[in-house]
T-cell receptor, first 111, second 113 residues
Framework: ETGVTQSPTHLIKTRGQQVTLRCSSQSGHNTVSWYQQALGQGPQFIFQYYREEENGRGNFPPRFSGLQFPNYSSELNVNALELDDSALYLC??????????FGPGTRLTVL | DQQVKQNSPSLSVQEGRISILNCDYTNSMFDYFLWYKKYPAEGPTFLISISSIKDKNEDGRFTVFLNKSAKHLSLHIVPSQPGDSAVYFCAASAAGSNYKLTFGKGTLLTVNP
């Protein structure tokens, strides 16, 4: 059974640029959630996708957007990057349950 | 507003002894609680969970206790092992929230040989 994978591992962007992060969910999982973890903080919920539809959103501005594909993989897009967007971005998958399984994360640095 | 609080940023214990990690919450709608362990450069790993209809759940060396009236839960690790050294996150989910998880800031556990 393949776990959750994310790409890339690390990314460096400059302020104002756009970024796309990718996630492959665990085999058989139909729900993907994205979290942002700033340094010294716990993960914060960005949004969730269930069967290709957004199924809940946290307190993040519209420049954070996402997609889920028919194979349940997912993308997180962030436009107009700001310095405060520097963080670890975590993807988690689940099969319609509260227990979520996380990928290793993508470390985004905005300069 | 921090709805899930882990007030101890760090905890150090000796190998073989008990580790007790604490978590408090403020949202009465939370009905499911989880503990995750995180090593550096890895994503959080699910450890154990508990529903609000229970007050204890055990899995091997790990036991989670829930005190709903106090809005408090704790994770006990017995016996502690050096490989348990990691950051532990408490997370909670509310009914009707589509399983959105709200996390605490984490507690760094160090188990000394």
């Amino acid at each position: 059974e393949t776990g959750v994978t994310q790409s890339p591992t690390h990314l460096i962007k400059t302020r104002g640029q756009q970024v796309t992060l990718r996630c492959s969910s665990q085999s058989g999982h139909n729900t993907v959630s994205w979290y942002q973890q700033a340094l010294g903080q716990g993960p914060q919920f960005i949004f969730q996708y269930y069967r290709e539809e957004e199924n809940g959103r946290g307190n993040f501005p519209p420049r954070f957007s996402g997609l889920q594909f028919p194979n349940y993989s997912s993308e997180l897009n962030v436009n107009a990057l700001e310095l405060d967007d520097s963080a670890l971005y975590l993807c988690a998958s689940s099969l319609s349950s509260v227990t979520q399984y996380f990928g290793p994360g993508t470390r985004l640095t905005v300069l | 507003d921090q709805q899930v609080k882990q007030n101890s940023p760090s905890l150090s214990v000796q190998e073989g002894r008990i580790s007790i990690l604490n978590c408090d919450y403020t949202n009465s709608m939370f009905d499911y609680f989880l503990w995750y362990k995180k090593y550096p450069a890895e994503g959080p790993t699910f450890l154990i969970s508990i529903s609000s209809i229970k007050d204890k759940n055990e899995d091997g060396r790990f036991t989670v206790f829930l005190n709903k009236s106090a809005k408090h839960l704790s994770l006990h690790i017995v016996p502690s092992q050096p490989g348990d050294s990691a950051v532990y996150f408490c997370a909670a989910s509310a009914a009707g929230s589509n399983y959105k998880l709200t996390f605490g800031k984490g507690t760094l556990l160090t188990v000394n040989p």
